[in-house]
């Protein structure tokens, strides 16, 4: 590798993917210049298709009113199937292991209404450390639901003393202390803060072995990392798709529940009419019966607005194919951490790990003794990156529409506003 303009625009030039950047709309400056988008962590662009998926939805509403549930191009009563395919992919998930439906905290509440079964003695939630806010609040009103204080029901899995990455033997550890009494294990992957990605297989023998049930949060994985969530056996995951998965501002969330509990007839769930059997859901006259796939978890009959712009990103990630995608990640987040390591600053750390297997797209950037400042004057020089306090710059370099010269560009800058600090 090599810290230059000119070996940059080799590398792209070299990517057989270069060309899915067009497909997508940068924001601008005021002078018109597009900014380095560095943010697909936390809103990723928006594809130049999703207009015209949406509006055919629009036109489709105004000519059939409501045949279009029937009568559509894209029907909108089973509208969410045209998804489900494309996004078990993305997962590494059976097709009838995936449902897209409400949002990621929703979602995480109804698994843990089937999955989260505690008893007077086994009734503790390991989470990590740094778990993303949203989903702390959530198991702790969980546990405070079964009527247990998150003082003694809440455990964090935490990194050891002035280190960022959590290690799996401190996981084992608190297996092991807490053996009997763990119920669940809700692991972040990868990890929003400091872009950790977890090994979810070994994580999950590890809670298995101990009859704990395993879930994984993959708001920071879906279309990132490759999660193989049906090979690793989880018993759900979770996920947003307005991230890496690019459908647009608070958009619907994916939900993965294994093949092994479709069929269950024990586990309590909370139930709506669009997760009752297909053939008399209409009837209005029937006791439950749930659909005996993912589909099944369903409340309502979903925003088929939100749901055509993710049905456009999916075509563009079919398309891409995730294999290609991650290939290019690991060597565009690979180029991203030569370049930040060749600025030879002792105040810049790398937090995220170093192996590509232990990590996404996403580094996150330790800078000593910064504070907000310092992601204002990134803002001034161009780039939307995310900044998490104290003193972290979290920037995700997408393969589908980052480029090496974006990267390069982006460590230009960031060494010029250190530089006149
Ligand atoms: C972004 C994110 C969320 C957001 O949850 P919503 O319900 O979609 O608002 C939750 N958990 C994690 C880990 C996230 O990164």
């Not at 303009?5 to 497909?23: C, K």
């Not at 995480?108 to 505690?118: A, G």
Request: charged residues 25%; glycine residues 6%.
């Amino acid at each position: 590798m090599e810290n230059s303009l000119s070996y940059a625009q080799e590398q792209d030039t070299l990517d057989p993917l270069r060309s899915y950047r067009e497909r997508f709309l940068f924001p601008k400056n005021e002078q018109g210049d597009p900014l380095l988008y560095f943010c697909g962590n936390s809103l990723g662009l928006q594809p130049k298709s999703t207009r015209e998926y949406v509006s055919k939805e629009l036109e489709d509403w105004a000519k059939y009113g409501v045949e279009g549930h029937t009568d559509a191009r894209h029907p909108w009563m089973p509208y969410h199937e045209f998804l489900t395919e494309q996004m078990a992919q993305i997962v590494g998930a059976k097709p009838e292991e995936v449902i897209i439906m409400n949002t990621l905290s929703v979602n995480l509440h109804l698994m843990m209404v089937s999955f989260y079964r505690p008893t007077s003695q086994c009734y503790k939630i390991i989470i990590e450390r740094d778990a993303f806010p949203s989903d702390k609040y959530a198991v702790e009103s969980q546990l405070q639901f079964h009527g247990h204080s998150p003082e003694d029901g809440l455990i964090l899995w935490e990194p050891p003393e002035g280190e960022e990455l959590c290690r799996f033997e401190d996981l084992e550890e608190l297996m092991k202390t807490h053996a009997d009494e763990v119920a669940l294990l809700l692991i972040g992957s990868t990890n929003y803060y400091s872009g950790q990605a977890f090994p979810l297989k070994k994580i999950t023998s590890l809670g298995h072995a101990q009859g704990a049930m395993v879930g994984f949060d993959l708001a920071h994985g879906a279309g990132n990392i490759q999660p193989d969530l049906h090979e690793v056996g989880a018993d759900f995951a979770i996920w947003c798709t307005y991230k890496y998965l690019n459908s647009g501002p608070g958009s619907l969330g994916g939900c993965f529940i294994h093949e092994r509990h479709l069929a269950r007839t024990d586990l309590p769930r909370f139930t709506g009419w669009w997760g009752h059997d297909k053939s008399t859901r209409f009837n209005m006259r029937h006791d439950f019966k749930p659909i005996p796939t993912a589909e099944g978890w369903q409340l309502s009959n979903p925003p088929i607005l939100s749901m055509a712009a993710i049905r456009a990103s999916l075509d563009i990630f079919a398309e891409a194919g995730m294999e290609a995608l991650r290939k290019k990640s690991v060597q565009l987040t690979g180029y991203l951490e030569f370049l930040l390591n060749s600025l030879n600053n002792q105040h810049v750390t790398i937090i995220t790990p170093r192996q590509p297997e232990a990590r996404g797209c996403q580094l996150s950037i330790q800078v000593q003794d910064a504070n907000r400042s310092l992601h204002e004057q990134l803002t001034d020089a161009g780039v939307i990156s995310d900044w998490r306090e104290p003193d972290v710059i979290r920037v995700a370099p997408t393969p589908l529409y980052n480029s090496f010269v974006d990267v390069f560009q982006f460590v230009d800058r960031l060494k010029k506003v250190l530089h006149e600090r």
